[in-house]
């Protein structure tokens, strides 16, 4: 896996998460996984792709992906 002078940020509003799993689904490289509850969980951050689909897909805004530049 390519190191890149990028790195991806991933903040989810848990007020916001009705834990429908939508992120989780949509998430090909498997960033996510869920807790007891349903919430999103990141445990593969380094996966992530920055594509944005969980963003663009999640229902209620919950979450946002920052790209954060390391230059
Ligand atoms: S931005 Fe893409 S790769 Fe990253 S967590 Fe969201 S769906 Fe997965
Ligand atoms: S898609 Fe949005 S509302 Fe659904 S589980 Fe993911 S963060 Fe929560």
């Given at each position: ?30 960033v ?24 663009l ?15």
């Amino acid at each position: 896996m390519n190191k890149t002078d990028k790195e991806v940020k991933i903040h989810i509003d848990e007020a916001l998460c009705k834990r429908c799993g939508f992120c989780i689904e949509f998430c090909n490289t498997k960033v996510y996984e869920a807790d007891q509850d349903g919430l999103p969980l990141i445990k593969n951050l380094e996966e992530c792709t920055n594509c944005r689909l969980c963003e663009l897909r999640c229902p209620d805004f919950a979450i946002r992906v920052e790209v954060v530049n390391n230059e």
